[in-house]
């Protein structure tokens, strides 16, 4: 399939007074057109850094990219400018935001939040645009769209408001939507729904998604791949199977070891990865995961190593690699024994 | 909310009643002797009692009270006793009343439209001279009372250059107003600015500005249409106050630049113990303030989707 997104080495910083913030530390990764690929992580890995620097949403000042390569639809969006990056945002790449309570404007009604965009990128006029918004709110699954079009966003509930941000995302037709963590702030059963439209959605219009996570068993029947990340580096890029099935970085069994499951006879007892996240200030020479890693050896704490492939589109950044499926196995067999 | 108005409007004569009292009170057990003053300090006492009996304080407090609450409502709220004997209390206010409208309008308009585009270009230009000038000047105006700024312009503008006029009231659109409304501008400037700035600042921080620049939105629009509109709400309030102000008149300003409002009134009264004026101003005011706090009430209604009143 075509290459529809090509991320090149991206780096993002913050100067702040307390130091430099090392958010995003050379990541690379690509979606291709249609694609789903699902971004994994903890607070503070850069995952939002690095789609807000796709976007060119980083506040500046502080934040700022000092290097990489943002190629979209041929185009490298690190290098246009602000003119033409505005015609891209909302029109070729929309994004809808984690919180649906503060990312809708107060103030003003859905009608005027939704239209706006397609005023401004497809040149509708006001009736054109009322019309199609209706459609929009409809096909997210907004009862009496007609008459909800009117009201501000305080009238809606969480789920509600987020299906209106996702009308709001896709009201111009995106080739690629950006979901940050956009069912965090949501309950569990309105989560699942949300995921399921916008499966159904990107089945029915056929854009790429980024779908920012911190929960890696949402992903399991939404992403074709997964990357994980961690201290603002990719360290695990794999299809979604071989990444619940055979994953290669510790960083990406400990978060699957922390996952509770249902298909197991008995239950198991979760396995939390101890300690933090390394201080992206100042930052650690060797693997930023070395001090919480079970597999450590003396050159991690040294050198931070590269992604290399360990599968035909499966990649780690790990100097030993251990074989998740074999460690996996034998965690679950040791807790059943226990 | 048309129920919440009616309710409001309805609650009025009781709060008037309530503050009426109280100033009532004050003005009868306060330091000082109104009728000693009248006399003069070497009076005889016979002369005092006889001057007592006359003006009816001699009565009980309630009364007085309920005499001066029959009165009031007929718009009668009694004579001047010292600052102009025996002149009706409502002719002298309601002289004053419109001279000091005018000039305080003039001052909160010069907030409004002076201090807020000032905050919005502080908020936008952060960390700038432009913003670094403005805040120096929000301090100056906020801190500098007018009894100091007051002389310092007239002897600047109005005895070193001759640029403008020392005082007096020649109405609205003279020059005589100019160095008055400055003086009395410099706050709600000030006041208006900083809090233009402030609100603007962490409304830009807003997801929903960030939602907005996610759009595609150019500046112009995220600023004015999403931006500015929730920063200003909160204005409202502190329009309201300065609103409710109008009426107040300014005692220090008008006194300085001799100007027949109802401030320097209220000033003569008060050193005067002229007590029936300070009552029938201090109900004014509370008045005032009440509608005033109605009306933003209201007009909150009205700009911010969020508030229905029940």
């Known amino acids: ?338 | 909310m048309f129920r919440y108005i009616v309710n409001r409007v309805l609650w009025l004569p009781v709060l008037l009643l309530i503050i009426s009292f109280i100033t009532f009170a004050l003005g009868v057990y306060g330091p000082g002797d109104p009728v000693q003053q009248l006399l003069g300090q070497r009076s005889d006492p016979e002369t005092v009692a006889r001057i007592r009996r006359e003006l009816g304080l001699d009565r009980p407090l309630l009364v007085q009270y309920a005499d001066y609450v029959g009165r009031a409502l007929r718009g009668d709220f009694g004579e001047s006793i010292t600052v102009a004997r025996g002149q009706p209390v409502a002719k002298l206010i309601a002289r004053g009343l419109w001279v000091s409208i005018q000039l305080n309008a003039v001052a909160v308009a010069l907030g409004v439209v002076v201090g807020v585009p000032l905050g919005v270009l502080a908020a936008i230009r952060r960390n700038t001279l432009l913003d670094y000038v403005t805040t120096a000047g929000v301090v100056m105006g906020i801190s500098l009372p007018s009894f100091l700024t007051a002389p310092i312009l007239l002897w600047l503008l109005s005895y070193k250059v001759r640029l403008l006029p020392p005082g007096g009231w020649d109405g609205l659109f003279s020059r005589s107003v100019i160095l008055p409304a400055i003086v009395l501008g410099a706050g709600p400037v000030a006041v208006f600015a900083r809090q233009t700035r402030a609100n603007l600042i962490e409304v830009l921080d807003q997801d929903y500005v960030r939602t907005a620049r996610a759009k595609g939105l150019p500046e112009v629009l995220i600023l004015g249409r999403h931006a500015l509109r929730n920063a200003l709400i909160p204005l409202i309030t502190i329009f309201g106050l300065m609103l409710g102000g109008l009426v107040t008149g300014a005692f220090i300003t008008e006194t300085i630049f001799g100007i027949p409002g109802i401030g320097r009134l209220g000033f003569r009264a008060f050193s005067a113990r002229d007590y029936p004026i300070l009552t029938a101003l201090t109900l004014l005011i509370a008045v005032s303030y009440t509608l005033a706090n109605l009306l933003v009430d209201v007009l909150y209604a009205f700009v911010d989707p969020r508030i229905r009143y029940e």
């Not at chain 1, 080739?175 to 702030?185: C, F, G, H, S, V």
């Not at chain 1, 499966?199 to 779908?211: H, N, P, S, T």
């Not at chain 1, 704490?301 to 196995?329: I, M, N, R, S, T």
Request: glycine share 8%; hydrophobic share 40%.
């Open chain 1, 1 to 338: 399939m075509a290459r529809l997104l090509d991320v090149r080495n991206l780096e993002t910083r913050f100067y702040t007074q307390d130091g430099v913030v090392h958010a995003v530390n050379g990541v690379s990764f690509h979606v291709d057109e249609g694609e789903t690929l699902g971004i994994v992580g903890e607070s503070g890995s850069g995952k939002s850094v690095t789609v807000l620097s796709i976007m060119r949403l980083i506040p500046s000042p502080p934040g700022k990219i000092t290097n990489g390569e943002v190629i979209f639809e041929g185009r490298d969006l690190l290098k246009i400018d602000e003119e033409e990056m505005r015609e891209v945002r909302g029109n070729r790449i929309a994004m809808i935001f984690q919180d649906p309570m503060t990312s809708l404007n107060p103030v003003l009604t859905i009608e005027q939040q939704i239209t706006e965009a397609l005023e401004l990128h497809l040149g509708m006029n006001h009736q054109q645009a009322r019309r199609r918004a209706i459609e929009l709110l409809k096909m997210v699954g907004i009862p009496a769209a007609e008459q909800r079009i009117d009201n501000y966003p305080h009238q809606f509930s969480g789920g509600m408001r987020q299906r209106v941000m996702i009308a709001m995302g896709l009201a111009c037709n995106p080739r690629l939507l950006i979901a940050d963590e956009p069912t965090t702030a949501l309950d569990v059963t309105i989560q699942a729904q949300i995921v399921e439209l916008v499966k159904r959605l990107r089945d029915e219009i056929g854009m790429a998604i980024i779908w920012i996570t911190h929960d890696l068993s949402l992903l399991a029947g939404l992403a074709d791949r997964i990357i994980v990340m961690y201290a603002g580096q990719v360290v695990e890029s794999a299809p979604t199977a071989d990444i619940y099935r055979n994953p290669r970085h510790p960083y990406t069994i400990g978060l699957l070891q922390s996952i509770p499951r249902l298909d197991e006879k008995r239950r198991e007892r979760l396995a939390p990865i101890e300690g933090l996240p390394p201080d992206l200030i100042d930052y650690p020479q060797g693997c930023p995961f070395a001090p919480r890693c079970r597999f450590a050896v003396e050159r991690c704490f040294e050198e931070d190593p590269p992604l290399e492939k360990v599968g035909p589109e499966h990649e780690a950044a790990c100097w030993v690699k251990p074989v998740g499926q074999e460690v996996l196995a034998a965690w679950r067999a040791a807790v059943l024994e226990s």
